[in-house]
C-alpha cells in the first residue's frame, strides 16, 4: 500500500476530514489542515474503517457512518447500493413497491430498521427529487463519486433538522480545506453484464486546491462524474391461483367452476404464465463545485458549493401474458382448462403443480412492448459563513435553493394473438413453460370473428406466423406522462457558546427556514385505447396486410439463465419498439388513421378532450391533472451540552429541544363525472330535477382550481443523549428523542376524481323515469389536511472498541409511532349527497422494535501476509407491533379490483425481520480485496400489486459482490469488481387467503456484472 512519506495526507478528527476520497485510491484521503488537532495518516482500507470507527465512537447519537472508500470499494452503482452495507439498512430490488413485475437491475429506495421513514439531507442541508412519490431524494439517481462520505443517523439530536423517524441520511460532499495540498484524482471504469452483453463505462475526476493571499487563503474544489449502466432483467410471472371446485366460496355467483375429470375435487391453480424480458440503460452526471475562504486571523470561514445530479434512464420491456384472465380480480379464471389428454399434477392441498393449459375461442395472449423514459435533475447552491469572533462563541449562517425537475414518458402498444396451449411445469426451482401452438378452436369460432372462415380457425403451431388475422393484429395502445417540477430555499442560523465548566460544556441554538414548492402534471395512465375492436367489428391492423407494424422477437437461450422457457416457440410478434417513443407514438397514431388502421378508439395525446370538450395544455394534461403544494416550515432549538471526565465512569450528554411549525398550501381542482351524459334528454331533465345541487356539480371538468390550507401543524421534539465510558474502550450510550416524518407532497394534493352511479326506475328506457337514485357515489384523491408521522425513540448501545480498526457493537431500538397514514374509506357530502372517498388519513399508532450487532476486526496477530486479513459482520433483527392494517383495505372505490382479496392484519410493507452482511477484507502490501455478502429475510413488498391486486411478499435473498485492487504505484490502481456474482434469483408470492397461504408469483433475474477501474492520484 501507499507508505507515508514527506506529503503524507493528515486528517483532523472530523467527519469531513476523515472521509476518504471515491475517485482516488481508497488509501488516499483529504487531509485537514486547520490548528493543532490530532492528526491520523491515512492508508488504505484499513485506516479508513478506522476513521469511520472513530466519528462512531465520537458520535452525539446513535450513529453509523461510510466513507467514500467503502462506496468506492465495491462495485456500487449508486448511493442506494451503498447504504445497503450500513447495519439496519435495506435497500429495495423492485422498480417501484406498487409493480414488484419489475424487477429493479439496481438498489431502489432505502428503509432503515425496517422503516422507510426516512430523512434525506446534502451537507445537513434538507433534499427532495420532484419525481419521489415519497419525501425526500432519489437515492439511486445520485452518483456515488460526488461524495466524501455518509452519515446514517439512527436518533435525534436537537440541532438535526426534522424529518426522520426512521433515521436520517446525510450525503457529505468534499471541500477543498478538507486536503492540504493540491489533489487530482482521475478514474476510468467499464463494466459488463453478462445477460444484457454490452459494457457500461464511467468516468469520474476531481481538482482540489488552496492557496495564501493577503486577504486570507482560499480553496477551490471541482469534481465530476460520468457513467452509463446497462442492464437487462428477466422475468415469469404467474397469475393468481384461484379455487376450482363444485361449490366455489370466492366467487359463489358463479356456482360450479370444477374442472372437467376433477368434479369432486377442490383443487388450485393459476390462469396462465406472464413472460417478460427489458434492457434499460442509465446515464448519471454529476458536478460539484465548492470555493471556500477564511480570513488570515482564522475567525470567518465561508463556503460557497454547487452540486448537480442527472439521472436519465432508459428501458424497453418485451411481455407476454394472456388476456382477459390476466386481471386478477375478474372471475373469469373458468375459460383455462387442463388438457384431458395430458398428465396434470397437484400437490397434497390440491394446489397445482405441472400440466397442459388449454384456452377457448374467447382468450388471447397479447405481445406487448413498452417503453420508458425518465430523466430527473437536481441542484443545489449554497453558501455557508462560519464565524468565531471569540475562542468561545462561534456563529454559522447557511443560505440554500435546491431546483428539481422529474420528466417520465411511458408508453405501450399491444399485439393479440390466438391463444396457445402452455404445458406450466412448477415442481422446480424455476417454473418451465413451453408454447405448443393454438388449440385448433375447440367448440367453434362464432362467425366472422376476426376476420376467419366461419367456424374454422386452422391453429398453428409456429406462434411467430403472422397469416391471418385470426392469429395476430394490433389491438391497444397506452401512454402516460409524468412532469414535476419542485425549488426549496432554505436559510439556517445556529450560535454556539463554549462554557467549559466542571460539568456544562456548551449551550447553542438557531433556526431554520424553508420554503418548498412543487408542480406536478400526471395523467395516471388515463390516456389507454384500443386500436381494433375484438367486438362488433372486424380488426383492421392484422399483421399478415401490416408487416410495417409488427417486429420478430425471440426469447433467446439466456433466457432466465437459460431456464424457464423450453421447447421451440420461442419467437413472437411485437409491436415495433421504436414506435414506444414520445415522438415516434405521434407519428404512428398518425399513420395508423391516414392508412385506415385504427378504428380510433385511442388517441394520442394532443387530441385529449376533457368532458366539456377543453383541450389539453401544451404537454398534453387536462386540467385536473396538475396539482401544486407549498410547504413552510419554521423551526426553531436549544441544546445544552455537558460532560465530566473526572468521574470513575466518565461521560458525555447533550439536551435539548426542537420546535416546529409546519404549513400547507394545496391547489389542484375535482373532477366530477357526469352520469347523465348518456342519458335521454327527458331522463337529463328528471336527473337535473331530483338532484339539482348535485348535477350541477357533476358537470365539472376539472377546471377550476381550489386551495386547501389547512391549520398549522406545530410540534415540540425534546432530546436526550447519553454516553458513558464504562472503560477506555467501553461505552455504554442511551439516547431518547420525538421525531417527525412528514407526508408526501402527493398524499397532500389537494385534487379529487368523483364518480357517481345512479339507478334508473323502470330499468326499461323506452318507458317514462318514475325515480331516480344515486347509487354509489365515489371520490379518490389527496388530502391536504394529514399530519406528519411521530415518532418516541429510544436506543441503548454498548460499545467495544478493541483496537484502532477492531470493534464490536450491539444496540437495542424501539419506535413508537402515532398519527400512522393508512389509506381509509373517508365519508363526506357534496351536493347534498353522502359520498365515500378513498385517501390517506392519520389513523393508529404501533411500534417497531429490535437490536443490531456488529462485529468487524483485522486479524493483525496472524503471522506474515495473513495479518492481513479483516472481517465485517452485522445483524438486525426487527419486531413490529399493531403496524399492519387490522381493517385491511376494502373499499368500494375504483370498482372490484379493490375489494379482491382484501386481506386484514398484513405486515409493514418493505419490512424484513431479519437483515445481515459478511464481509471478508484483505489488505497487504499492494492488495486489497472485498467479498461481501447482503441478505435479508422475506418481506411484504405491496399490499395491493398493481396487475393481480392482491399482497405480493418477496421471498428472502442475498447477494454477493467482490473486489480486488492492486497498487502499481504511489500514483496508479487497478482494479476488478463483480457483483451479483450467485446468479440470485429473486423470487416472490401472492397471498391467496387471509389465513395466509401464499402461491408462486415472479421469478426474476438480472445480469452479474464485472468491470475493470484504474485510478489515479496526483
Same mark, same amino acid.
Given at each position: 500500500?501507499?507508505?507515508?512519506?514527506?506529503?503524507?495526507?493528515?486528517?483532523?478528527?472530523?467527519?469531513?476530514?476523515?472521509?476518504?476520497?471515491?475517485?482516488?485510491?481508497?488509501?488516499?484521503?483529504?487531509?485537514?489542515?486547520?490548528?493543532?488537532?490530532?492528526?491520523?495518516?491515512?492508508?488504505?482500507?484499513?485506516?479508513?474503517?478506522?476513521?469511520?470507527?472513530?466519528?462512531?465512537?465520537?458520535?452525539?447519537?446513535?450513529?453509523?457512518?461510510?466513507?467514500?472508500?467503502?462506496?468506492?470499494?465495491?462495485?456500487?452503482?449508486?448511493?442506494?447500493?451503498?447504504?445497503?452495507?450500513?447495519?439496519?439498512?435495506?435497500?429495495?430490488?423492485?422498480?417501484?413497491?406498487?409493480?414488484?413485475?419489475?424487477?429493479?437491475?439496481?438498489?431502489?429506495?432505502?428503509?432503515?430498521?425496517?422503516?422507510?421513514?426516512?430523512?434525506?439531507?446534502?451537507?445537513?442541508?434538507?433534499?427532495?427529487?420532484?419525481?419521489?412519490?415519497?419525501?425526500?431524494?432519489?437515492?439511486?439517481?445520485?452518483?456515488?463519486?460526488?461524495?466524501?462520505?455518509?452519515?446514517?443517523?439512527?436518533?435525534?439530536?436537537?440541532?438535526?433538522?426534522?424529518?426522520?423517524?426512521?433515521?436520517?441520511?446525510?450525503?457529505?460532499?468534499?471541500?477543498?480545506?478538507?486536503?492540504?495540498?493540491?489533489?487530482?484524482?482521475?478514474?476510468?471504469?467499464?463494466?459488463?453484464?453478462?445477460?444484457?452483453?454490452?459494457?457500461?463505462?464511467?468516468?469520474?475526476?476531481?481538482?482540489?486546491?488552496?492557496?495564501?493571499?493577503?486577504?486570507?487563503?482560499?480553496?477551490?474544489?471541482?469534481?465530476?462524474?460520468?457513467?452509463?449502466?446497462?442492464?437487462?432483467?428477466?422475468?415469469?410471472?404467474?397469475?393468481?391461483?384461484?379455487?376450482?371446485?363444485?361449490?366455489?366460496?370466492?366467487?359463489?355467483?358463479?356456482?360450479?367452476?370444477?374442472?372437467?375429470?376433477?368434479?369432486?375435487?377442490?383443487?388450485?391453480?393459476?390462469?396462465?404464465?406472464?413472460?417478460?424480458?427489458?434492457?434499460?440503460?442509465?446515464?448519471?452526471?454529476?458536478?460539484?463545485?465548492?470555493?471556500?475562504?477564511?480570513?488570515?486571523?482564522?475567525?470567518?470561514?465561508?463556503?460557497?458549493?454547487?452540486?448537480?445530479?442527472?439521472?436519465?434512464?432508459?428501458?424497453?420491456?418485451?411481455?407476454?401474458?394472456?388476456?382477459?384472465?390476466?386481471?386478477?380480480?375478474?372471475?373469469?379464471?373458468?375459460?383455462?382448462?387442463?388438457?384431458?389428454?395430458?398428465?396434470?399434477?397437484?400437490?397434497?392441498?390440491?394446489?397445482?403443480?405441472?400440466?397442459?393449459?388449454?384456452?377457448?375461442?374467447?382468450?388471447?395472449?397479447?405481445?406487448?412492448?413498452?417503453?420508458? &423514459?425518465?430523466?430527473?435533475?437536481?441542484?443545489?447552491?449554497?453558501?455557508?459563513?462560519?464565524?468565531?469572533?471569540?475562542?468561545?462563541?462561534?456563529?454559522?449562517?447557511?443560505?440554500?435553493?435546491?431546483?428539481?425537475?422529474? &420528466?417520465?414518458?411511458?408508453?405501450?402498444?399491444?399485439?393479440?394473438?390466438?391463444?396457445?396451449?402452455?404445458?406450466?411445469?412448477?415442481?422446480?426451482?424455476?417454473?418451465?413453460?413451453?408454447?405448443?401452438?393454438?388449440? =385448433?378452436?375447440?367448440?367453434?369460432?362464432?362467425?366472422?370473428?376476426?376476420?376467419?372462415?366461419?367456424?374454422?380457425?386452422?391453429?398453428?403451431?409456429?406462434?411467430?406466423?403472422?397469416?391471418?388475422?385470426?392469429?395476430?393484429?394490433?389491438?391497444?395502445?397506452?401512454?402516460?406522462?409524468?412532469?414535476?417540477?419542485?425549488?426549496?430555499?432554505?436559510?439556517?442560523?445556529?450560535?454556539?457558546?463554549?462554557?467549559?465548566?466542571?460539568?456544562?460544556?456548551?449551550?447553542?441554538?438557531?433556526?431554520?427556514?424553508?420554503?418548498?414548492?412543487?408542480?406536478?402534471?400526471?395523467?395516471?395512465?388515463?390516456?389507454?385505447?384500443?386500436?381494433?375492436?375484438?367486438?362488433?367489428?372486424?380488426?383492421?391492423?392484422?399483421?399478415?396486410?401490416?408487416?410495417?407494424?409488427?417486429?420478430?422477437?425471440?426469447?433467446?437461450?439466456?433466457?432466465?439463465?437459460?431456464?424457464?422457457?423450453?421447447?421451440?416457440?420461442?419467437?413472437?410478434?411485437?409491436?415495433?419498439?421504436?414506435?414506444?417513443?414520445?415522438?415516434?407514438?405521434?407519428?404512428?397514431?398518425?399513420?395508423?388513421?391516414?392508412?385506415?388502421?385504427?378504428?380510433?378508439?385511442?388517441?394520442?395525446?394532443?387530441?385529449?378532450?376533457?368532458?366539456?370538450?377543453?383541450?389539453?395544455?401544451?404537454?398534453?394534461?387536462?386540467?385536473?391533472?396538475?396539482?401544486?403544494?407549498?410547504?413552510?416550515?419554521?423551526?426553531?432549538?436549544?441544546?445544552?451540552?455537558?460532560?465530566?471526565?473526572?468521574?470513575?465512569?466518565? $461521560?458525555?450528554?447533550?439536551?435539548?429541544?426542537?420546535?416546529?411549525?409546519?404549513?400547507?398550501?394545496?391547489?389542484?381542482?375535482?373532477?366530477?363525472?357526469?352520469?347523465?351524459?348518456?342519458?335521454?334528454?327527458?331522463?337529463?331533465?328528471?336527473?337535473?330535477?331530483?338532484?339539482?345541487?348535485?348535477?350541477?356539480?357533476?358537470?365539472?371538468?376539472?377546471?377550476?382550481?381550489?386551495?386547501?390550507?389547512?391549520?398549522?401543524?406545530?410540534?415540540?421534539?425534546?432530546?436526550?443523549?447519553?454516553?458513558?465510558?464504562?472503560?477506555?474502550?467501553?461505552?455504554?450510550?442511551?439516547?431518547?428523542?420525538?421525531?417527525?416524518?412528514?407526508?408526501?407532497?402527493?398524499?397532500?394534493?389537494?385534487?379529487?376524481?368523483?364518480?357517481?352511479?345512479?339507478?334508473?326506475?323502470?330499468?326499461?328506457?323506452?318507458?317514462?323515469?318514475?325515480?331516480?337514485?344515486?347509487?354509489?357515489?365515489?371520490?379518490?384523491?389527496?388530502?391536504?389536511?394529514?399530519?406528519?408521522?411521530?415518532?418516541?425513540?429510544?436506543?441503548?448501545?454498548?460499545?467495544?472498541?478493541?483496537?484502532?480498526?477492531?470493534?464490536?457493537?450491539?444496540?437495542?431500538?424501539?419506535?413508537?409511532?402515532?398519527?400512522?397514514?393508512?389509506?381509509?374509506?373517508?365519508?363526506?357530502?357534496?351536493?347534498?349527497?353522502?359520498?365515500?372517498?378513498?385517501?390517506?388519513?392519520?389513523?393508529?399508532?404501533?411500534?417497531?422494535?429490535?437490536?443490531?450487532?456488529?462485529?468487524?476486526?483485522?486479524?493483525?496477530?496472524?503471522?506474515?501476509?495473513?495479518?492481513?486479513?479483516?472481517?465485517?459482520?452485522?445483524?438486525?433483527? $426487527?419486531?413490529?407491533?399493531?403496524?399492519?392494517?387490522?381493517?385491511?383495505?376494502?373499499?368500494?372505490?375504483?370498482?372490484?379490483?379493490?375489494?379482491?382479496? =382484501?386481506?386484514? =392484519?398484513?405486515?409493514?410493507?418493505?419490512?424484513?425481520?431479519?437483515?445481515? =452482511?459478511?464481509?471478508?477484507?484483505?489488505?497487504?502490501?499492494?492488495?486489497?480485496?472485498?467479498?461481501?455478502?447482503?441478505?435479508?429475510?422475506?418481506?411484504?413488498?405491496?399490499?395491493?400489486?398493481?396487475?393481480?391486486?392482491?399482497?405480493?411478499?418477496?421471498?428472502?435473498?442475498?447477494?454477493?459482490?467482490?473486489?480486488?485492487?492492486?497498487? $502499481?504505484?504511489?500514483?496508479?490502481?487497478?482494479?476488478?469488481?463483480?457483483?451479483?456474482?450467485?446468479?440470485?434469483?429473486?423470487?416472490?408470492?401472492?397471498?391467496?387467503?387471509?389465513?395466509?397461504?401464499?402461491?408462486?408469483?415472479?421469478?426474476?433475474?438480472?445480469?452479474?456484472?464485472?468491470?475493470?477501474?484504474?485510478?489515479?492520484?496526483?
Amino acid at each position: 500500500m501507499f507508505q507515508k512519506h514527506k506529503n503524507a495526507v493528515t486528517f483532523k478528527r472530523s467527519l469531513l476530514a476523515m472521509s476518504i476520497m471515491t475517485l482516488g485510491a481508497p488509501s488516499l484521503a483529504f487531509a485537514q489542515a486547520e490548528g493543532d488537532a490530532d492528526e491520523v495518516v491515512v492508508v488504505g482500507l484499513k485506516a479508513s474503517l478506522e476513521s469511520a470507527q472513530e466519528i462512531k465512537k465520537n458520535a452525539d447519537t446513535v450513529k453509523d457512518v461510510i466513507t467514500a472508500s467503502d462506496i468506492g470499494a465495491l462495485p456500487d452503482k449508486s448511493v442506494t447500493e451503498a447504504l445497503q452495507r450500513v447495519p439496519g439498512v435495506t435497500v429495495g430490488r423492485f422498480a417501484s413497491a406498487s409493480d414488484p413485475n419489475h424487477f429493479a437491475a439496481e438498489g431502489r429506495g432505502v428503509l432503515v430498521r425496517g422503516l422507510d421513514r426516512v430523512h434525506s439531507q446534502f451537507n445537513g442541508r434538507e433534499s427532495f427529487s420532484a419525481g419521489n412519490y415519497a419525501a425526500g431524494l432519489s437515492f439511486e439517481d445520485i452518483p456515488p463519486e460526488l461524495l466524501g462520505a455518509v452519515e446514517v443517523v439512527k436518533n435525534q439530536t436537537a440541532d438535526i433538522i426534522s424529518g426522520g423517524i426512521a433515521g436520517t441520511v446525510n450525503l457529505v460532499t468534499r471541500k477543498p480545506f478538507d486536503s492540504a495540498d493540491r489533489k487530482i484524482f482521475v478514474s476510468v471504469k467499464d463494466s459488463y453484464g453478462d445477460l444484457v452483453e454490452k459494457t457500461s463505462p464511467a468516468f469520474s475526476a476531481l481538482y482540489s486546491d488552496r492557496w495564501d493571499s493577503s486577504v486570507g487563503e482560499f480553496g477551490f474544489l471541482v469534481s465530476g462524474a460520468k457513467s452509463k449502466f446497462n442492464a437487462r432483467g428477466d422475468g415469469i410471472n404467474l397469475t393468481n391461483f384461484y379455487e376450482r371446485s363444485k361449490t366455489q366460496t370466492e366467487f359463489a355467483d358463479l356456482g360450479s367452476t370444477a374442472l372437467p375429470g376433477h368434479e369432486n375435487e377442490k383443487l388450485y391453480m393459476p390462469t396462465g404464465p406472464w413472460f417478460r424480458t427489458a434492457d434499460s440503460d442509465r446515464d448519471r452526471e454529476g458536478f460539484d463545485s465548492s470555493l471556500q475562504w477564511k480570513n488570515p486571523d482564522e475567525t470567518a470561514k465561508v463556503t460557497a458549493e454547487f452540486i448537480s445530479s442527472k439521472s436519465i434512464e432508459n428501458w424497453r420491456e418485451h411481455v407476454l401474458f394472456p388476456t382477459d384472465s390476466s386481471t386478477g380480480f375478474q372471475p373469469d379464471f373458468v375459460n383455462v382448462q387442463l388438457d384431458p389428454k395430458k398428465p396434470a399434477t397437484f400437490d397434497s392441498n390440491g394446489y397445482f403443480t405441472s400440466g397442459t393449459l388449454t384456452y377457448p375461442w374467447n382468450t388471447a395472449f397479447l405481445t406487448s412492448v413498452r417503453g420508458d &423514459h425518465t430523466e430527473s435533475k437536481v441542484q443545489d447552491a449554497s453558501v455557508k459563513v462560519e464565524l468565531t469572533p471569540t475562542e468561545k462563541l462561534k456563529v454559522t449562517l447557511d443560505a440554500q435553493h435546491l431546483n428539481t425537475t422529474y &420528466h417520465r414518458q411511458n408508453n405501450s402498444i399491444n399485439n393479440r394473438m390466438s391463444q396457445s396451449d402452455v404445458f406450466l411445469d412448477l415442481r422446480g426451482d424455476v417454473p418451465k413453460v413451453q408454447f405448443l401452438g393454438t388449440n =385448433n378452436n375447440p367448440g367453434g369460432t362464432p362467425p366472422g370473428w376476426l376476420g376467419c372462415p366461419t367456424g374454422k380457425n386452422p391453429g398453428t403451431t409456429d406462434l411467430a406466423d403472422p397469416m391471418g388475422s385470426c392469429n395476430y393484429y394490433q389491438v391497444s395502445i397506452m401512454d402516460t406522462n409524468i412532469d414535476a417540477k419542485g425549488t426549496m430555499d432554505s436559510f439556517t442560523a445556529d450560535v454556539k457558546y463554549d462554557i467549559d465548566g466542571d460539568w456544562f460544556k456548551s449551550v447553542s441554538g438557531g433556526a431554520f427556514f424553508s420554503n418548498v414548492d412543487r408542480t406536478t402534471q400526471d395523467d395516471a395512465y388515463a390516456n389507454w385505447g384500443n386500436i381494433s375492436n375484438t367486438w362488433g367489428q372486424l380488426p383492421k391492423s392484422g399483421l399478415a396486410e401490416h408487416p410495417e407494424l409488427y417486429e420478430q422477437f425471440t426469447f433467446d437461450n439466456k433466457y432466465l439463465g437459460g431456464d424457464g422457457l423450453i421447447g421451440s416457440n420461442r419467437t413472437f410478434l411485437f409491436p415495433k419498439m421504436s414506435n414506444t417513443s414520445q415522438a415516434n407514438l405521434l407519428a404512428y397514431d398518425q399513420f395508423l388513421r391516414a392508412n385506415g388502421i385504427s378504428n380510433g378508439g385511442w388517441v394520442n395525446r394532443a387530441d385529449r378532450v376533457g368532458i366539456d370538450g377543453g383541450k389539453t395544455d401544451s404537454l398534453g394534461y387536462l386540467p385536473f391533472e396538475t396539482y401544486h403544494v407549498e410547504l413552510d416550515r419554521k423551526e426553531a432549538y436549544v441544546r445544552f451540552d455537558f460532560a465530566n471526565d473526572e468521574l470513575a465512569y466518565p $461521560i458525555k450528554a447533550n439536551v435539548g429541544l426542537r420546535y416546529v411549525s409546519y404549513g400547507v398550501e394545496s391547489t389542484g381542482t375535482s373532477l366530477y363525472t357526469d352520469p347523465a351524459k348518456g342519458f335521454s334528454p327527458a331522463d337529463k331533465a328528471f336527473f337535473v330535477k331530483q338532484y339539482p345541487a348535485l348535477a350541477a356539480l357533476l358537470t365539472g371538468d376539472g377546471s377550476t382550481p381550489e386551495t386547501a390550507k389547512p391549520d398549522t401543524y406545530t410540534a415540540t421534539l425534546p432530546s436526550f443523549n447519553l454516553s458513558v465510558s464504562l472503560r477506555d474502550d467501553l461505552i455504554s450510550r442511551f439516547a431518547v428523542s420525538k421525531a417527525l416524518y412528514y407526508p408526501s407532497l402527493y398524499d397532500i394534493r389537494n385534487s379529487r376524481s368523483y364518480s357517481v352511479a345512479v339507478t334508473r326506475t323502470p330499468a326499461d328506457t323506452t318507458v317514462p323515469v318514475t325515480s331516480m337514485a344515486v347509487s354509489d357515489l365515489n371520490a379518490t384523491g389527496g388530502n391536504p389536511n394529514l399530519k406528519p408521522e411521530e415518532s418516541t425513540q429510544f436506543d441503548w448501545t454498548l460499545e467495544w472498541y478493541a483496537g484502532k480498526s477492531t470493534s464490536v457493537t450491539g444496540s437495542f431500538f424501539y419506535k413508537n409511532i402515532n398519527n400512522l397514514f393508512r389509506e381509509r374509506n373517508a365519508e363526506g357530502s357534496i351536493g347534498g349527497v353522502d359520498y365515500v372517498g378513498r385517501t390517506q388519513v392519520n389513523d393508529g399508532k404501533g411500534t417497531v422494535k429490535g437490536f443490531e450487532i456488529a462485529y468487524q476486526q483485522f486479524y493483525d496477530f496472524l503471522p506474515g501476509a495473513w495479518a492481513g486479513l479483516g472481517s465485517q459482520l452485522n445483524y438486525t433483527y $426487527i419486531r413490529p407491533s399493531d403496524l399492519g392494517d387490522a381493517s385491511g383495505d376494502a373499499i368500494s372505490v375504483g370498482g372490484s379490483r379493490n375489494e379482491f382479496r =382484501n386481506f386484514t =392484519n398484513l405486515p409493514l410493507p418493505g419490512l424484513s425481520k431479519s437483515n445481515a =452482511n459478511a464481509t471478508l477484507i484483505y489488505q497487504h502490501s499492494s492488495i486489497e480485496a472485498r467479498l461481501a455478502y447482503t441478505w435479508r429475510s422475506d418481506y411484504l413488498v405491496t399490499r395491493r400489486d398493481s396487475d393481480s391486486f392482491a399482497p405480493i411478499y418477496a421471498e428472502a435473498s442475498g447477494y454477493l459482490d467482490a473486489s480486488v485492487w492492486y497498487t $502499481i504505484n504511489d500514483n496508479f490502481r487497478i482494479g476488478l469488481e463483480g457483483s451479483n456474482l450467485l446468479n440470485e434469483m429473486t423470487k416472490t408470492t401472492t397471498q391467496f387467503n387471509q389465513a395466509g397461504v401464499t402461491t408462486p408469483k415472479t421469478f426474476s433475474l438480472t445480469d452479474r456484472r464485472y468491470a475493470v477501474s484504474l485510478r489515479a492520484s496526483f
